[in-house]
């Protein structure tokens, strides 16, 4: 398989440059990008084709998906991205109801026909929000991706557990509509104090052999994306992360 790496968990261990020669010489052969290493596409393409690394995937906000895809259209082709992906929705403009998710759906799927006329893939990536039950027992998950049926998800799967939910259930409903899987292990109690309560894959209390078993048996996730929001030595998690990712 050829794992990939979210650079969002490397933002704190610059210059970007070792960052990459790094991956390169853990055996990653793909990274996936967000906003912080959008500023300059064509010199960053460069450190990635000197490292042997591919970006087929990528982050953009819903503004820029929006507002400006003209704009993410020139940042993908120059990095190499064919997957776009939407990554986050802030407090302040979450809905409260199902209407609501339905028709932040509806704002998803319209992007979602744009890129497929411009030849991308388009999902969305999901934190703990989104499975946090509305007054009515649904969660917003489920409304998401019903108001949008053709787009895809980025599924990560620790944050689906800090929502308060099992992934198992969702991968087996969702199934090949899961595009992407982040990669991402909760530490065990008492561990990860200072990471934010994240761990290095397969050092955490997530079944990742199984996990990644039942997403093979549902033909999901050509994208594998190794990720620790807060990690406090960026060498020794994705070091850790790739060699026990490689026994599953």
Known sequence: MNWSFQLYSARNFQPWEAVLK???????????GFGGVY????????????????MPTGHFSIDALEKDFDG????????????????YLVAESRP??????????????????????AG?????????????????????????????PDIGWEMDVAWVVRGGDDPLPWIEKYGKRIAAVHVKDIAKPGE???EDGWSDVGHGTIDWAGLIQA??????AKYYVMEQDNPNDIERFARRSIAAAKTY
């Open 96 to 117: 409260t109801d199902a209407a609501g998710w339905r028709g932040f759906g509806a704002r998803l799927a319209k992007v979602g026909e744009t890129a497929e006329k």
């Open 39 to 54: 500023d300059d596409p064509k010199a960053f393409r460069a450190e990635l084709d000197k490292n042997g690394l591919a």
């Open 72 to 87: 993410v259209r020139k940042i993908a082709d120059t990095l190499g991205i064919t997957l776009l992906i939407c990554p």
């Open 215 to 220: 997403l093979r048996a549902k033909g999901a």
């Open 120 to 148: 991308y893939g388009f999902a969305w990536h999901n934190h703990d929000f989104e499975f946090k039950k509305l007054a009515d027992g649904s969660v917003p998950q489920d409304h998401i991706l019903a108001a949008a």
């Open 22 to 32: 790094m991956l390169g010489e853990l055996g990653y052969a793909q990274v996936e």
């Open 192 to 194: 990860g104090l200072d």
